[in-house]
């Protein structure tokens, strides 16, 4: 079982920046592919950004050159660094999980981009 706890959602304004977090539980961190998706309301949960255990990334055409995913396998932690946010960018954020074939969910953070 992987824990997984989403922290760092806030309101900021277009153009803004905002770095979210997610601490994971488990000794085989460095080996989950970690994932951010995002939900808006009406709208379907997409991903966002994707980092596997061998630092392979991945990252949705409408996050490309704004977003970063990272990660520190030290602290049991995934960042998603969002530069140049837009209102559009608008959503709940959830951190995923993936370990040997079973996908794991943390409750998400808010993030609200608004003037």
């Known amino acids: 079982q992987v824990q997984l706890e989403e922290s760092g959602g806030g309101l900021v304004q277009p153009g803004g920046s905002l770095r979210i977090s997610c601490a994971a539980s488990?000794?085989?961190?460095?080996?989950?592919?970690m994932g951010w998706y995002r939900q808006a309301p009406g709208k379907q949960r997409e991903l966002v950004a994707v980092?596997?255990?061998?630092?392979?990334?991945n990252y949705a055409d409408s996050v490309k050159g704004r977003f970063t995913i990272s990660r520190d396998n030290a602290k049991n932690t995934v960042y998603l660094q969002m530069n140049s946010l837009k209102p559009e960018d608008t959503a709940v954020y959830y951190c995923?999980?993936?370990?040997?074939?079973?996908?794991?969910w943390g409750q998400g953070t808010q993030v609200s981009v608004s003037s």
């Open positions: 995923n999980a993936n370990w040997l074939s079973r996908e794991y």
């Open positions: 980092l596997t255990g061998s630092g392979s990334t």
């Open positions: 488990g000794s085989m961190f460095r080996f989950y592919h």
